[in-house]
Structure formats: C-alpha cells, structure tokens
C-alpha cells in the first residue's frame, strides 16, 4: 500500500501513479487515481478561457515598461546588462498570463513571444539611437526626432546587434523565458 501524497488516501501498489518532482532529481510523488484526474482537468483547464484582449494589453505595457528600464540602464551604466534583458522575457510572460486570468497555452506563448521581441528591438533601438545622437550631437546636427522612419529605425537595431552579438544570447533568453513560462503544464507520469 502506498499514501497519495496529496489527499493522503491508501492506494494499492497496483493502483498508485507515480508522478515526476518538480525536478528530475526530485523523488517520484505518488499520487491516487483521482487526484491524477483532478490535477489532469485543472491543467487542461488552464488552457481555456483566456481573455486575449486583457493578455495583449498588459502584455505591450511590459514590453514597453521592461523595453524603457534596459534602455534607462544602459544609458545610465554605458553597460548592457544581460539579466535585465531575461527580465523582460519574464515580466512579459508574466503580465499576458496575468492578463489572461491566469491562464498558460499556446495563444499566450505567441502574444509573450511576439511582444518581448518587439520590446527587445525597441529598447535596442533607443540604446543605439541615443548614442548615435550623442555622435551627431558633437557635429553639431540637433532635432533629431525620437522616431525615425520604420527601416531606419529597423537599420540601427541590426547595426546595434552586430556590434555586440552578445546582444543575441540576452534575445534568446529572453525570448525562451517568453515562449516557457505561459506554455501548458504537463504532468509527468513516471509510470502508467
């Protein structure tokens, strides 16, 4: 006999599942046959009912927030720092599956994806943006308006990526952040 280790009902060895730790090395959880279905549907249940329209906005506030504090931080420090970039994956991910009530799936991951990348480009465009100025600044050339025209501004991020292609592992990460967090949770059965 086993103890399901989360309504601590007697199960059968025959009849008890065993479930993946929240880690690889963390020990099987054994679990009854009703708490695998009830933890089952409240998975699946996470994947319906979004509201997408909530998700988008709060979604393009953390871009845009995460996007204008890595800004800040390089101008402030002349220094990228790579965590600060993870963190608007993070914060993304965060505000669309807060948008959506909570809810995790592929639509989400989308919408997380797609706006951290946007925020990423955009925050690589100021960065760049504001040294150009600084450059042209110092030869004498003023009102230079904060929005360029779209391949222009498209010109100076590629530029600012391929002066320091370290800039692309912070994007990978963040974006993996982006693409991971809002994905469904999967229980792992271990046997069964």
């Not at 994947?47 to 996007?67: D, E, F, Q, R, Y």
């Not at 639509?107 to 990348?117: D, E, G, K, M, P």
């Not at 042209?136 to 779209?150: D, F, M, S």
């Not at 600012?160 to 994905?183: H, R, S, Y």
């Amino acid at each position: 006999m086993a103890t399901c280790a989360n309504c601590s009902a007697e199960v059968s060895d025959g009849s008890v599942i065993l479930v993946q730790g929240k880690s690889k090395k963390a020990p099987s959880i054994p679990l009854c046959p009703n708490c695998v279905t009830n933890t089952e549907n409240a998975i699946v249940a996470e994947t319906k009912g979004h509201n997408l329209p909530v998700a988008i906005l709060l979604g393009l506030v953390a871009a845009v927030v995460g996007s204008l504090v890595w800004y800040g931080l390089v101008v402030l420090t002349n220094y990228q720092l790579g965590i600060v970039a993870v963190g608007i994956g993070w914060l993304v991910a965060q505000a669309v599956m807060r948008g959506a009530g909570r809810k995790r799936g592929p639509r989400l991951q989308a919408i997380s994806v797609i706006f951290t990348l946007l925020g990423m480009a955009f925050s690589e465009y100021l960065i760049v943006r504001h040294f150009a100025v600084q450059a042209l600044a110092a030869e004498g050339y003023t009102n230079i308006p904060l929005l360029l025209p779209l391949d222009t501004m498209l010109s100076l991020v590629i530029e600012g990526v391929k002066a320091d292609l370290l800039t692309l592992l912070f994007w990978a990460i963040a974006l993996w952040e982006a693409f991971v967090i809002p994905g469904q949770r999967r229980l792992r059965r271990v046997n069964g």
